[in-house]
């Protein structure tokens, strides 16, 4: 279950634990018994399931700016997806189907372009179009 770190030349075994609350704990594999080092009781677990529990918690400011890039993301794929029908319905040559999903995404963008993402993460996101 332990991946390997190399230290000049030299590989130990690096194993991980988490506890009750999925703290994750590392330590290197030296023979010495993890309880004698961890003042709690763990289970080992892998390195990649550690790595999942480490997961970074995100500041209101990281969030907020994560939630600004998705709404831009969302309008630039809708720029994108419409950029066609666009032209078309300028040039008067648009058929009355893609006129309907050409609406249908505008109003899309919209509604993306209202949400608030100072109230991130609790952002609910408008469903894409078909």
Do not use: C, H
């Not at 332990?2 to 030349?9: C, H, L, T």
């Not at 990281?62 to 032209?87: D, G, H, I, P």
């Not at 009355?96 to 509604?111: C, G, H, I, N, P």
């Amino acid at each position: 279950m332990g991946s390997y770190i190399s230290m000049e030349g030299i590989k130990m075994n690096m194993k991980f634990y988490k506890d009750k609350d999925n703290i994750v704990y590392s330590l290197y594999d030296d023979g010495v018994e993890p309880k004698k080092w961890l003042n709690v009781d763990a289970t080992e677990i892998s390195r990649n399931e550690a790595l999942k529990l480490l997961k970074p918690i995100m500041t209101r400011e990281q969030l907020v700016v994560q939630a600004e890039y998705e709404k831009q993301s969302r309008v630039t794929e809708a720029n994108q997806k419409t950029q066609l029908w666009q032209t078309q319905l300028m040039l008067d040559i648009i058929t009355d189907e893609d006129k309907a999903s050409l609406t249908e995404w505008m109003l899309y963008v919209q509604k993306v372009q209202a949400v608030d993402t100072s109230t991130a993460p609790d952002i609910i996101w408008p469903e894409k179009p078909e």
